[in-house]
């Protein structure tokens, strides 16, 4: 079975600082896909970043990067310049494998993440 | 419409009594989630709907728990009997390419 772990409940960051969300998986199949979300106190759920696990190159969507490690099983959620409004809960996600595009996420426990001014 | 729409986004029942949530996929989405998320949690998948295929029923956590879902249009899932241990925020999500787009969620509390 999948399994995703956050082990960090909460971050706190400075505004415009970096900061780095841990996630690793366990799966045993070799091709599955990997999704960051956001999800604001306001409950919506904000697709971040994907990667592939055949990608060669680690993903990135503006401020957002993930520090894709395969060896590790680790696939590290980076926000750059941190802005006030990225505090919010974010969860790692893998997608169940063996699957085609559009099957279900196995998403972890997610990370409270404050950005401080 | 532009997203995901779920309805009611708040519901509050008596234990014992049966829900209903909604959920109105994004046009021309043919696959559909039902998520749990309990109060500081993660999201606990329940159901999963692909196209006319049988529905990947896997994570409901009990027979009170159903879902259904016509073609590639709405989705209903259906609590009976609730208890207080079912609330929680139900999310419904839809995709066609794999990245999953969220509904705003249905919170039920069961009293």
């Known amino acids: 079975a999948q399994k995703i772990t956050q082990t960090q409940p909460g971050m706190f960051v400075q505004e415009k600082e970096a900061v780095t969300l841990d996630c690793t998986y366990d799966?045993?199949?070799?091709?599955?896909?990997l999704f960051w979300y956001k999800q604001p106190s306001s409950g919506e759920m904000i697709f971040l970043i994907y990667?592939?696990?055949?990608?060669?190159q680690n993903a990135t969507e503006g401020r957002y990067s993930l520090n894709f490690q395969k060896a590790r099983k680790s696939a590290n959620l980076v926000i750059s310049a941190s802005q006030l409004g990225d505090s919010a809960m974010y969860f790692c996600?893998?997608?169940?494998?063996?699957?085609?595009?559009?099957?279900?996420?196995?998403f972890g426990e997610g990370t409270q993440l404050t950005v401080n001014p | 419409g532009a997203g995901v729409s779920q309805s009611p986004s708040n519901k509050v029942t008596e234990k014992g009594k049966d829900v209903e949530l909604r959920c109105d996929p994004i046009s021309g989405h043919t696959a559909l989630y039902w998520y749990r998320q309990r109060l500081g949690q993660g999201l606990e998948f329940l159901i999963y709907?692909?196209?006319?295929?049988?529905?990947?029923k896997s994570g409901l956590p009990s027979d009170r728990f159903s879902a259904e879902r016509t073609g590639e249009s709405v989705s209903t899932l259906t609590i009976q009997r609730t208890q207080q241990e079912d609330s929680a925020v139900y999310l419904c999500?839809?995709?066609?390419?794999?990245?999953?787009?969220f509904g705003e969620g249905s919170r039920l509390t069961v009293l």
């Open positions: 799966t045993s199949d070799p091709s599955y896909g």
């Open positions: 709907f692909q196209g006319n295929s049988a529905p990947d």
């Open positions: 999500a839809s995709s066609y390419t794999g990245e999953l787009f």
């Open positions: 990667q592939g696990s055949y990608d060669q």
């Open positions: 996600a893998m997608r169940a494998p063996g699957e085609t595009s559009g099957s279900r996420l196995t």
